[in-house]
């Protein structure tokens, strides 16, 4: 496919998403239309429908309307891209401009515009980042890095580098952690490459891997992952001690994976079901890396950003909050809570910490840590809390 194709593909795919179509959908669905395009041409139209999501309402403002083609417009304004050398008509191209798109709009953007964030949302965001929104709203507007966390229990960082540069994937280390890898080159081998089927590494975030790194793990602890999902974080305590490893989520299926991923890492851990999680603490660590807005991650997935409400929002909260009394009891005396979210939203952080804190008396709270989506990773937030 042309450059000008693959624009016009991602036009139609983000009118389907207008429409209401999930965006994985309208891609799946677009891809499945489309033999004819080669794994570069689905791998560009994805990130240039990810690039519009990221930037849903600068580009269209700056494309002068909400439609898929107003916001590709205003997608190569924003990069600087003269869009008549796109949008010319040439074969499968996007028409060429008419009159009226070929000036771009005057009217000034609002700053939660300019910045991508819901108006609803500006002012809770600005308040919990403070002198840092502009740069974490703008570091929401780019591509996620692609990181990997070495497992420990396997190799070593700079093993992990070489035998992964074997293969054509550059590495560098990334400062958040001291698993973490961020990829430079070759990120799209990743899943095929013989480090990460013998599970020597795995995708995951370098900040997930820092909150990690942050939990008082020693050999022989009996620990909880509480709301383990694919088992991302289950599989980094693994590898950092020998300790005893319960995996447990609300939605068991979302478990599915981590028995395989497991495996492929050298880890042994057991799954529970809600039902019978009691008799299997209570536990040295319980950590709960609890369901939120996501914000910290809204780069990677972007529509979180604009389907989230104030109404998803305060329920979100009221299960971080069921979660830590429920987590809460399954800690042994003297043992820890650790409560993570990939949220900067200081209603889902510390007022949730805070409130427990207040409502549950024989809690501390022991150390706390944020990590910023513009520095290089999502944002996360850690709080770790022990039991006297
Ligand atoms: C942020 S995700 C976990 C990601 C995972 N820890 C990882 O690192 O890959 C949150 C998980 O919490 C689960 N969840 C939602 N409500 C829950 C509840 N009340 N109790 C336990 N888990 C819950 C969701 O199904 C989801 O898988």
Not at 39 to 55: E, G, M, P
Not at 237 to 247: E, F, G, K, P, Y
Request: proline share 4%.
């Amino acid at each position: 496919m042309t450059p000008g194709a693959r624009l016009q593909a991602a036009i139609e795919v983000l009118d389907q998403i207008s429409a209401g179509t999930p965006a994985e959908k309208a891609l799946t669905g677009w891809a499945r239309r489309s033999r004819f395009a080669g794994s570069k041409d689905r791998a560009a139209v994805r990130d240039h429908v990810f690039d519009a999501l990221r930037c849903w309402r600068s580009h269209a403002a700056l494309g002068g309307g909400t439609s898929g083609r107003a916001r590709i417009l205003g997608g190569l304004r924003d990069q600087g891209v003269a869009p008549e050398t796109l949008f010319n008509g040439v074969g499968h191209a996007p028409a060429a401009l008419t009159e009226a798109e070929q000036t771009p709009p005057q009217a000034e953007m609002s700053e939660a515009e300019r910045l991508d964030i819901p108006d609803w949302l500006w002012d809770a965001f600005s308040q919990s980042l403070g002198p840092d929104s502009e740069a974490a709203a703008l570091a929401l507007r780019q591509r996620a890095p692609v990181h990997l966390r070495v497992n420990l229990a396997r190799t070593t960082r700079e093993a992990a580098q070489a035998a992964l540069a074997e293969q054509g994937i550059q590495t560098h280390p990334h400062p958040a952690a001291t698993t973490a890898l961020e990829v430079t080159e070759g990120a799209r081998k990743i899943r095929n490459c013989d480090a990460f089927q013998s599970g020597l590494v795995e995708l995951q975030d370098a900040a997930s891997q820092a909150v990690v790194e942050l939990l008082p793990l020693q050999d022989g602890q009996s620990v909880l992952d509480y709301c383990a999902g694919g088992g991302g974080k289950t599989l980094a305590m693994a590898a950092l001690a020998d300790v005893s490893l319960v995996a447990h989520d609300a939605n068991y299926a979302r478990m599915t994976d981590l028995p395989a991923r497991a495996e492929r890492a050298g880890a042994k851990v057991a799954l529970s079901n809600s039902h019978d999680l009691q008799q299997h603490g209570p536990f040295d660590l319980v950590l709960c890396d609890v369901p939120c807005s996501g914000s910290g991650s809204w780069r990677r997935a972007p529509d979180g950003k604009w389907s989230l409400t104030q109404e998803r929002l305060d329920s979100i909260q009221t299960t971080q909050s069921r979660i830590l009394d429920q987590a809460s009891q399954l800690v042994a005396q003297g043992g820890t809570l650790a409560y993570a979210t990939c949220s900067m939203l200081e209603a889902e952080n510390m007022v949730q910490v805070n409130r427990f804190l207040a409502r549950t008396p024989g809690w501390t709270l022991q150390e706390m840590k944020s990590w910023k989506v513009h520095e290089g990773h999502d944002g996360f937030f850690v709080a770790v809390l022990t039991h006297a």
